[in-house]
């Protein structure tokens, strides 16, 4: 069962953060993380309507480089996460694990119950947050058909769950 610990608010959940200073913060257009996709060969998400981006942003000579981003597709209360793409030198699971607390964070705050990711041979990650895998039919008809791999479901951060539970919630 979830925690009973009180969600943070949307506002407080979307505050830009800076961790050895790198900022991350929600892309006002989640397209502008589509470069990163692309350099990296991942698929784009097929949704035209994506319900939030996160950036990391490092600092350059003509201002910010941006060095991973992460995006996300809704479905009721589920989420399916693309990413993180990462292109950073020093860190780059650290700057990933940031990226995806952040979504967490959002995603939660928004009112997803139920977290969906693609492994991208970032396990490590993954389970540190609680993520645990999950078959290809645990995806909501909204979110099922992407490509990938493998699949990783989170809720509330705890593998004290199933899909008995998840499939009785409704719109998850």
Do not use: K, N
Not at 72 to 98: D, F, K, M, T, Y
């Amino acid at each position: 069962m979830p925690s009973a610990a009180p969600l943070p608010t949307l506002a407080s959940a979307t505050r830009p953060r800076v961790w050895q200073g790198i900022g991350y913060r929600p892309l006002p257009d989640p397209s502008q993380a589509r470069i990163l996709f692309d350099f990296a060969a991942l698929p784009w998400p097929p949704s035209a309507d994506l319900a939030f981006g996160w950036g990391a942003f490092a600092p350059a000579d003509d201002g910010e480089r941006l060095l991973g981003a992460l995006v996300a597709e809704r479905h009721g209360a589920a989420a399916l996460l693309h990413g993180p793409v990462v292109i950073a030198e020093r860190e780059p699971l650290e700057v990933a694990s940031q990226l995806v607390a952040a979504a967490l964070d959002h995603a939660t705050a928004a009112g997803a119950v139920t977290l969906f990711a693609r492994p991208q041979g970032l396990d490590r990650v993954w389970v540190r947050f609680g993520f645990i895998p999950v078959p290809e039919v645990a995806l909501p008809g909204g979110l099922a058909g992407r490509g990938g791999a493998g699949l990783y479901a989170w809720r509330g951060g705890s593998a004290l769950w199933s899909l008995r539970e998840a499939a009785a919630a409704p719109g998850s």
